[in-house]
């Protein structure tokens, strides 16, 4: 069966950096567009990152030129590099793949917090 699992979430403080990982399993993970989602509580989950089977890359502008999202399809995974974060970038984050079909992971918490 489809499975995506996080991993990497945790306590940061603010300036500081995380990188999640996702490990995909399952799928033809070269041919899945590939992405990043956050969810902080009492809002809507929104895009953080996203990138395509050719390595063409989206991201919200919010986490523009701090983020960057990265795969390895060799190891059927892709990975979210955190950089100078700040403390509304506290959320669960949420991996996400699709080609016909959507898949989603279980989340990680990431907290920003002095």
């Known amino acids: 069966q489809v499975q995506l699992v996080e991993s990497g979430g945790g306590l940061v403080q603010p300036g500081g950096s995380l990188r999640l990982s996702c490990a995909a399993s399952?799928?033809?993970?070269?041919?899945?567009?590939m992405g990043w989602y956050r969810q902080a509580p009492g809002k809507q989950r929104e895009l953080v990152a996203t990138?395509?089977?050719?390595?063409?890359?989206n991201y919200a502008d919010s986490v523009k030129g701090r983020f960057t999202i990265s795969r390895d399809n060799a190891k059927n995974a892709v990975y979210l590099q955190m950089n100078s974060l700040k403390p509304e970038d506290t959320a669960v984050y949420y991996c996400?793949?699709?080609?016909?079909?959507?898949?989603w992971g279980q989340g990680t918490q990431v907290t920003v917090s002095s």
């Open positions: 399952g799928i033809v993970f070269s041919m899945y567009k």
């Open positions: 990138i395509t089977s050719g390595g063409w890359r």
């Open positions: 996400y793949g699709t080609n016909q079909y959507e898949y």
